[in-house]
């Protein structure tokens, strides 16, 4: 749904802070916990939720994503179960945007009508198909549009003037910044030249322009969050799930608590981005 | 029921999407889209220029040692006693197989487009070595990319490419296959956009690859027209290729598309069978996909989730295949059919003993099929088979299975 998206970036304009956007792996590493992580995220100060969706092959993730990826498909994950949580959390909170975060082919194989009839029925508010670039729109991007839900695109230090807008073009909820050449997990680059380019993008468009990829602590966030109008954080809180697990894989009593406390410092850091710059 | 009438041509693809059918297209992160239509771009350019072309046959010739021969396999033909059995000796190529190929053509053009370093994934090692040597011999750096599981089974291949002066790093994630090296390879890729050129070996992945790897190996099937009609006056009756990614095989086949009376046979690796997991038969028991940049029969499960194949061949252990292929089989062109690896054990062992060729393990599982096929077929019947590269690098394992230890 487009609305909830809207709102919560419209509110979010009007406090005068950017959004923290907080990516967790599906049933990472399993089903329960994962769920309590997910409920978790709006209650220590998450403003948008990206809920990853696992597969076997992902190109465009660090180690840290795609064993996580790894152990939520070992944990028995899959698209069905994906939705479920989105259904599950739904009964809880009916206002946090829910962004689903994957690869293409476990779409296409469940059928891409079906997917997206049964996403927007789940309460899913928007898609970030990493191996879906514009040209591949007829696939997924215009039959999402088309039910209301958000495709939410990525733009890279490679996408130029002369590229951005067809990338621009079809995309909702808001534009998702790689602020790299790279994979997820990478060391943050230079902030001035990411600050340089959300503002190339925003001179194109009214979309929110969230970054991601190599954003890691409160610092960063706060850095990112001073012209962004959000702030992504993926690795580091899967990085949490994976360092709190015990010897053979499974969660335990500081896995919920430990993403919980992290990202309680992420949002200390975005709610203080505009206060820095405003000095 | 409303069927797409056949095209024209069967040679015309892909279209400007890179499509073949439903089959091909461009499925990769944003990052690489911007490199992926400058590839495109230079390619055509590339395609249309004489003195490209010019370098190319030069290089072919004088580097590559084209033409390979086109044998006729009299005693293999005596022992099966049916139709008369062609070899197209790929397998005598610099560096052994039809890998260097491909590899020649996409430097140049890695060369034209000013960049300064080469990545590859290997599976066998054949493409690695023909990368790793290509970059040797213009001078660029290399690193191959190469599954855990491959460098322990393909040590000889290990050795040469680092002779050459490539960097092998091993890659450890999932089964340490080629699929894996491939993601590698591509996270490699969308890191260093700036410099650096993906020399992938095969005619799958992001458009244009398929189709510019099929034109630069389909220098094997040109030449195999020639050959055959001056060898007989006339074109065989059927053509017969291994099949992993599928770069021997759409090089062979692609001239003789239009030629309805030419049989075309891919051969894919049935590994233990195709009841289990044990195996690489994308298009015998796989189903449409989409992975590493293109839509195309792959061994996935009911979510989407690929599976890890097995193969005997190093070369053929892979999830997917090339999209020509796959568009080609759904319009029944091409038939695809699986050869255990028992089967092309014996077919490897038979070749060495009968004909004194030593085959890489891709190619004996087209021997393989040859075997099924040549005694059921009359005496006045052609059959050409892709030799697509030697065996030096796998009597190892071949040694290991037969308990000869080496």
Redesign the interface.
Known sequence: MTARMDKKFAELKAAGRPALVTYFMGGDPDYETSLEIMKALPASGADVIELGA???????D??AI?LAGQRS?KGGH???KTLQMARDFRKGDDTTPIVIMG????????GVDRFLDEALEAGIDGLII???????DDELCIPARSRDINFI????????AK?LPK?LDNTSGFVYY?SM???TG?ALPDTTKIADAVNRIKASTDLPVCVGFGVKTAEHARLIGASADGVVVGTAIVNQVATSLDKDGQATADTVQSVATFVRGLATGVRSARLVAAE | MNETPLPNSFRSGPDE?GRFGIFG???????????ILELQEEWDRAKTDPEFQKELAHLGTHYIGRPSPLYFAERLTEHLGGAKIYFKREELNHTGSHKINNCIGQILLAKRMGKTRIIAETGAGQHGVASATVAARFGLPCVVYMGATDVERQAPNVFRMKLLGAEVKSVT??NGTL?DAM?EA??DW?????DTYYLIGTAAGPHPYPEMVRDFQAVIGQETREQILAAEGRLPDLIIAAVGGGSNAIGIFHPFLDDKDVQLVGVEAGGHGLEGDEHCASITAG?P?????N?TY?L?D?????LEGHSISAGLDYPGIGPEHSWLHSIGRVEYTPIMDNEALEAFQLLTRVEGIIPALEPSHAIAEVIKRAPKMGKDQIIVMNLSGRGDKDIFTVGKILGMGL
Do not use: C, W
């Not at chain 1, 695109?153 to 130029?160: G, H, I, S």
């Not at chain 2, 969308?190 to 700036?194: C, E, G, I, K, L």
């Not at chain 2, 009911?302 to 690929?306: A, S």
């Open positions: 696992p597969f076997s092959d992902p190109m465009a660090g180690p795609q498909l899959s698209l069905a690869y293409y082919n476990p779409i296409y194989v469940y990493v191996d879906l670039p514009a040209e591949m695109r990525l733009t890279t230090p490679t996408t130029d590229r990338v790689v050449t790279g994979i990478s | 999407d297209g461009r499925f990769v992160a944003e990052t690489l889209m911007p490199l994630a999932g699929k993601n591509l996270r969308v890191t260093n956009v700036d189903s996909g989409v992975l590493h940049g839509r792959l996935q009911h979510d989407g989730q690929i």
